[in-house]
């Protein structure tokens, strides 16, 4: 079975009445839309011309929305339906990233996932949808696409058929006949400040053609006079999490790395100084990850139902091995140095292995997030392949800023402190390399064009070549190099600083653009 819908624009009359029956039929709360009704306007008076389209869950053959949940909330039926559970969704927002069509929000009642779901409740008993029911045009064709008798595989022979962004590979299931580019593709369309009957919120600027190759750009007079807006849903925590997870794996790699090939002599009490530096920025790391869930309670869920495609999922199990390994091997350290004991000989002779291991799992720990983000497919920009490398970049840069600021209270910290200053600015300046290279660059799509040139030409480039750019990088690079006293304090600062300058424009510009 593969359930679909086909939209015939050509006798849609725009009347809301599959917005109101989606509410009615499903209690959908205000704020908050399954399907809504976008009107685009083209033409300049007296030869204007309104199109209507009617919007929702495309019901993709591959749902990038199923991929990433990390408990299974969002799922995919035998017939084809992509369908949600409220009762095991624990709020992380993944599948909101992951749309490209702007068809998934939360719900302020439950505080869960929620989107069209075909009435699987109706379709379950050989009941069409609500919206096909009262639409007064029959505009809403809907019914099972693999039975060549149906209506719905009658009108596709019948008529050529658009879906909204078919570079995605999703392969939706939600067909228009006589779609409309400036009604389709988003970004094709200027917004204005106002629609019909309300004004648009601060959130979302206004988005119209921009030059740039391979971009479909709308005719002179075309705006969008009416659509359902969606929020930003990921804010200050996740930019957050960036930094302080960078500087939580970036110092166990450092001490790994520096004791593991043996270029710093064994301290116990540098060692236990920055392994509870390190652990003590993942548990913080942790903390804003289940802060910014919508389900708090339910974090533990990624642990007891785990969705294994999901990048959400394998990060919270590394996270949890890394933090297991770090916070075990410091507690017995801890312990023999505390009772003033020496080591026994098993716990000197695994010290390679877990410094090993412990890399790899920082390591891993550091750069899970940009295949997390890769799986958000709704965000063109942050697809890119160097995405790992600038994390492990991060990790590298943050840790030595830290432990340079650890040096004078530590033992052994004159020996560490030029080792790393040199290598918090190496990382700086391979940071600028590698955001140059995500920035200075050619992007494969348009929606990722657009985000990176608001980052820096837009509404964000003050954050972004002041904060980021001169703020975390320049300012610290001439403290180390003009040697200006306390500079193991105040570079580190700036670092950390203007990496979340970086991380906030980076995680909040791309959610910018409007998809639908």
């Known amino acids: 079975m593969g359930y679909g819908f086909v939209i015939d624009n050509r006798t849609c009359i725009g009347c809301h009445a599959c917005s109101t029956a989606c509410k009615s039929e499903n209690d959908v709360p205000l704020g908050i839309n399954r399907t809504w009704v976008k009107y685009t306007e083209v033409g300049k008076y007296p030869e204007v011309k309104r199109g209507f389209q009617v919007t929702r869950c495309n019901h993709c053959e ?26 095991v969704c624990i709020g992380c927002k993944g599948c909101i990233q992951a749309c490209p069509y702007d068809a998934i929000d939360i719900d302020p009642v439950t505080s869960s996932a929620s989107k069209c779901n075909f009435c699987a409740h109706r379709t379950e008993i050989g009941l069409e949808p609500a919206c096909v029911t009262v639409c007064p045009t029959h505009s809403i064709i809907a019914g099972d696409m693999s039975e060549s008798d149906s209506e719905i595989s009658q009108v596709l022979k019948k008529h050529p058929v658009s879906v909204r962004k078919p570079e995605q590979g999703t392969s939706p ?28 919120v601060s959130e979302q600027d206004s988005c119209g053609p921009i030059e740039e190759k391979n971009v479909v750009a709308s005719s002179h007079m075309t705006q969008v006079a009416y659509n359902a807006q969606h929020k930003i849903h990921w804010h200050w925590p996740v930019p957050t999490y960036f930094v ?14 520096f004791l593991g090939l043996g270029w710093l002599s064994f301290n116990i009490e540098t060692v236990l100084a920055l392994t509870f530096g390190s652990l003590f920025f993942i548990v913080v790391t942790t903390a804003l990850l289940v802060y910014d869930l919508e389900h708090p309670l339910r974090f533990l869920y990624i642990v007891f139902k785990p969705q294994w495609k999901s990048w959400l999922t394998k990060g919270a ?27 026994p000989f098993w716990l000197e002779s695994i010290r390679p292995f877990v410094y090993f291991l412990g890399f790899f799992l920082a390591t891993a720990s550091s750069a899970y997030t940009a295949f997390l983000f890769g799986q958000a497919e ?10 790992p490398l600038h994390l492990i970049v991060h990790s590298f840069m943050c840790g030595s800023a830290f432990i340079l600021a650890m040096t004078p209270f530590i033992p052994t910290g004159e020996m560490l402190a030029p080792s790393m200053k040199n ?65 193991e304090f105040l570079a580190p600062i700036f670092v950390f600083i203007g990496l979340y300058f970086y991380e906030y424009a980076f995680v909040t510009a791309p959610q910018k653009i409007p998809n639908s």
Not at 62 to 74: G, K, L, Y
Not at 180 to 189: D, E, H, K, N
Not at 323 to 343: Q, R
Request: proline share 5%.
């Open 244 to 257: 302080t997870k960078s500087i939580g794996t970036g110092i166990f790699m450092l001490l790994a790395l």
């Open 173 to 200: 299931k939600l067909f228009y006949i006589e779609g409309q580019a400036v009604s389709l593709i988003p970004t094709s369309t200027a917004v204005g400040e106002q629609y019909m009957w309300s004004e648009r």
């Open 62 to 87: 591959n749902p990038p929305c199923v991929a990433i949940c990390p408990t299974e909330s969002m799922y995919k039926r035998k017939d084809g339906i992509v369908d949600f559970d409220p009762e």
């Open 317 to 343: 199990f590394i996270l949890i091995a890394f933090s297991n390994l770090a916070g075990l091997w410091f507690v017995l350290e801890f312990f023999y140095w505390f009772k003033d004991m020496a080591p």
């Open 423 to 487: 290598i918090m600015i190496a990382g700086i300046l391979l940071d600028l390399i590698v955001i140059w290279s995500e920035f200075g660059m050619s992007h494969a799509s348009e929606i990722a064009s657009r985000a990176a040139k608001d980052i820096t030409q837009g509404s964000f480039k003050k954050m972004f070549w002041v904060g980021a750019i001169f703020v975390g990088h320049i300012v610290p690079t001439l403290i180390v190099l003009t040697n200006i006293p306390y500079f």
């Open 378 to 387: 709704g965000r063109d920009l942050w697809q890119s392949s160097s995405f």
